[in-house]
């Protein structure tokens, strides 16, 4: 079992930034990667990026690519995820989730574990 929680949710202004964190408890030794994923309001959840546990670049989704940084911290089992130049189309709830058998990274079938979400809203 793995337990996760996000936080660093919020409102901020077109432009502006956020820093998600999302803390990992339990079997995370066996973990292959965490992704972060979110759904807005009416819309399919969608993978955002995603990092290995153990090394590695991080892979991300080409809406937030250059504008959104995924990293962690292994000595605390904490991965962020680093929001910058925020525009209202990034409103969603966030959440991380666990995989751990490293296939297809943006499948949100393939993550066996995952958060109860934290809100984004970007106002313009």
């Known amino acids: 079992q793995v337990q996760l929680v996000e936080s660093g949710g919020g409102l901020v202004q077109a432009g502006g930034s956020l820093r998600l964190s999302c803390a990992a408890s339990?079997?995370?030794?066996?973990?292959?990667?965490m992704g972060w994923f979110r759904q807005g309001s009416g819309k399919e959840r969608e993978f955002v990026g995603a990092?290995?546990?153990?090394?590695?670049?991080?892979s991300y989704a080409d809406p937030v690519k250059g504008r959104f940084t995924i990293s962690r911290d292994n000595t605390k089992n904490l991965i962020y995820l680093q929001m910058n130049s925020l525009k209202p189309e990034d409103t969603a709830v966030y959440y991380c989730?666990?995989?751990?058998?490293?296939?297809?990274?943006?499948?949100?079938?393939?993550?066996?574990?995952w958060g109860q979400g934290t809100q984004v809203t970007v106002s313009s």
């Open positions: 989730a666990a995989d751990f058998r490293g296939k297809a990274v943006a499948d949100s079938s393939e993550y066996d574990y």
């Open positions: 339990g079997r995370t030794f066996s973990m292959y990667r």
């Open positions: 990092i290995t546990w153990t090394g590695g670049r991080p």
